[in-house]
């Protein structure tokens, strides 16, 4: 099995380079937009083709949430969605499969109940609405493909909310965050290695055997407050964290109000156990103060 990663130098693309070391049955190969762009479909293709790739685990996407709300909406469906059908269609050519990575910005945040993979899409904004055609074009695809939808994403690699609070918070004596936004941080490590044990399985089986649309996230619940509260107190930094409402933090994208994901499916499917949220965070933060 040759699986290519695509958007490499992203988090999740960052933790499976580092964590395919220990998966040497895996044949990876790493490629992140300036070496290869899903968007060029002929070069996609020829890519594919020349180095005998079977199997694609799709990092890349659009995901500055705000500013695809001032950027031309098509600019971000080329690659959230138009990308992704290239890949379909790559693959479709050597039989191949894909793991693509979705957002739990596919529902509008109005559930008050863990979102099950059952439960119906209602997109808000620009990211939403073009990471869901993404969905659906793996989905309405003939590959053996699954999509996994993930929320909060976190890592030591990259630009996110657990460094950005770690950075304000040696920088200042008090921060705001919103604490009405209820979900489920994800370590971007622990979903890496859940799609390489899902590939180490598809060497022997089909990927979507059990269906072809699965949710992956720490467990737990928690505000955006929780997690800055739990980033603070974790990363020793000495910064009061003061609870605020959305209306009084202005974002150019709506935000899910609601959006914790329900794993029962790719726990029981797949046989993985999930790490609670605030044991992940701690292992990132001690991960990041080594490497600072």
Known sequence: MRILVTGSNGQLGSEIRELSFNYKKLDIVFKDFSELDICN?????????????????????YTAVDKAEEENAEIVKEVNSKGVLNLVKA??????????????????????????????????GVYGNTKREGELAVINSNLDAIVIRTSWLYS????NFVKTMLCLGK???EVGVVFDQIGTPTYARDLAKTCLEIFCRASSENINNYG???HYSNEGVASWYDFAISIMELGGVRCKV????TKDYKT????????V???????????????????????????????S
Do not use: M
Request: aromatic share 12%; glycine share 2%.
């Open 242 to 245: 003061n609870p605020i409402q």
């Open 212 to 214: 072809n649309l699965y």
């Open 171 to 173: 920088q200042k004596k």
């Open 41 to 61: 479909f002929n070069l996609l293709q020829s890519y594919i083709k020349e180095n005998n790739i079977n199997s694609v685990i799709n990092c890349a996407a």
């Open 261 to 291: 994901l329900n794993k029962s499916k790719i726990k029981k499917d797949f046989k993985i156990e999930i790490p609670y949220w605030r044991d992940s965070l701690k292992d990132c933060i001690e991960k990041i103060k080594i490497s």
């Open 156 to 159: 030591s690699f990259g630009n």
């Open 91 to 124: 693959l479709q050519t050597v039989r191949g499969k894909l793991i693509h990575i979705s957002t739990d910005y596919v529902f509008n945040g109005n559930h008050f109940l863990p979102y099950k993979e059952s439960d119906q899409e209602n997109p808000i």
């Open 252 to 259: 150019l994208a709506k935000r899910p109000q609601y959006s």
